[in-house]
């Protein structure tokens, strides 16, 4: 198995216990690149925590910042199911994150290429290494599954929390 898809799978069981609560079901993890190790683990916590920012990833980066120590998370990949938004693409770029592997573009509010392209913007002085469709089809499945029971089985519309 392609290592991205192992950690991706991990940044998955969050999107799930996201789901569980309720919660849209985006999930995200940070891995340090020199060990291997996933160092931080979040899902998306608006709801149950009335915070607007309160994503998956910004919880993620927080929780890595945390258990390494350091703001700077160079040295770190973040694996998210859903294409962050510009505010979680701004926390990547602000945390130094290198590299970025997400799920499921997001049409409605994508800051890493759907809409805007700000973690590879030129003008800025960090850039993130991004690749998308890891486990696209179970990131968008989960997303579908989501929806359709929040909305009576109405087709999901993919947007980001």
């Known amino acids: 198995m392609w290592e991205a898809e192992i950690y991706m799978r991990a940044a998955l069981a969050e999107a799930k216990a996201a789901f569980a609560m309720g919660e849209v079901p985006v999930g995200a993890v940070i891995v340090d690149d020199r060990s291997g190790d996933i160092v931080a683990r979040g899902h998306n916590m608006r709801e149950t ?32 199911t859903v294409e962050p938004c510009p505010m979680c693409a701004g926390a990547l770029l602000m945390s130094r994150v290198d590299r970025l592997f997400y799920g499921v573009p997001d049409s409605k509010a994508g800051g890493c290429e759907s809409i805007f392209n700000i973690v ?8 993130l290494e991004v690749t998308a469709g890891v486990l696209e089809e179970e990131c968008r499945e989960l997303l579908k599954a989501f ?15």
Not at 147 to 161: K, P
């Open 120 to 127: 590879s913007h030129p003008r800025l002085n960090h850039r």
């Open 49 to 80: 925590w009335r915070d607007a920012t309160a994503h998956a990833e910004v919880i993620a980066i927080r929780e890595a910042c945390k258990a390494l120590e350091r703001w700077r998370l160079s040295g770190c990949s973040l694996y998210v």
């Open 147 to 161: 929806f359709q029971t929040r909305r009576g089985g109405n087709e999901a519309v993919l947007y980001h929390s």
